[in-house]
Antibody, heavy 119, light 107 residues
Framework: EVQLVQSGTEVKKPGESLKISCKGS????????IGWVRQTPGKGLEWMGIIYPGDSDTRNNPSFQGQVTLSADKSINTAYLQWSSLEASDSAIYYCAREMTRSGFYDSWGQGTLVTVSS | DIQMTQSPSTLSASVGDRVTITCRAS??????LAWYQQKPGKAPKGLIYAASSLEAGVPSRFSGGGSGTEFTLTITSLQPDDFATYFCQQYHNYPWTFGQGTKVEIK
């Protein structure tokens, strides 16, 4: 069974750094792109970017460029989403999801990580 | 970016009804369209890809259609488990983009 398990809820202050994770199991992790999606009540679902764990190739949404970093450690089947300096507007639920081969369709999703940024 | 617009935003229906949700793209996306279902507090779940291909395990009462700029998600004979929010997503051009969602609620 394909599973993506994300790290837990985070409560941070503005200016702090953060790295959340997404661990895949039940499939060959290096063979599928992993995407990150932000969800907020105001803007809905927003695609942030994708990473190919096999070689760490990435495709980023320009709207998030420079604000977040996607990375992966294929030795432990884990993808990461990282901020160097959080802002209150980063408060959201973040999902990782696996892209179907040769497609932008997400066939398996993590449970989501709630990030709250507040002073 | 390609804008995806869903209608209606909210749909009230009864168990057994046939419901149709529309998704329009701001430019042609061929058939590079997906549909997802999301329930409160849960991650989205993939239903349909390539506009009309049913994801494994998804009930056959769900179907997708369309190409180019106009697409539909139809649920024949709405079941209690189907009350949820539905999103479309294009994957023709980066960045992938989602519609704003259609909430299907009990009438």
């Amino acid at each position: 069974e394909v599973q993506l398990v994300q790290s837990g809820t985070e409560v941070k202050k503005p200016g702090e750094s953060l790295k959340i994770s997404c661990k895949g199991s039940g499939y060959i992790f290096t063979n599928f792109w992993i995407g990150w999606v932000r969800q907020t009540p105001g803007k809905g679902l927003e695609w942030m970017g994708i990473i190919y764990p096999g070689d760490s190739d990435t495709r980023n949404n320009p709207s998030f460029q420079g604000q977040v970093t996607l990375s992966a450690d294929k030795s432990i089947n884990t993808a990461y989403l990282q901020w160097s300096s959080l802002e209150a507007s980063d408060s959201a639920i973040y999902y990782c999801a696996r892209e179907m081969t040769r497609s932008g369709f997400y066939d398996s999703w993590g449970q989501g990580t709630l990030v709250t940024v507040s002073s | 970016d390609i804008q995806m617009t869903q209608s209606p935003s909210t749909l009230s229906a009864s168990v057994g009804d046939r419901v149709t949700i529309t998704c329009r793209a701001s430019q042609s996306i061929s058939s590079w369209l997906a549909w997802y279902q999301q329930k409160p507090g849960k991650a989205p779940k993939g239903l349909i890809y390539a506009a009309s291909s049913l994801e494994a395990g998804v009930p056959s009462r769900f179907s997708g259609g369309g190409s180019g700029t106009e697409f539909t998600l139809t649920i024949t004979s709405l079941q209690p488990d189907d009350f949820a929010t539905y999103f479309c997503q294009q994957y023709h051009n980066y960045p992938w983009t989602f519609g704003q969602g259609t909430k299907v609620e009990i009438k």
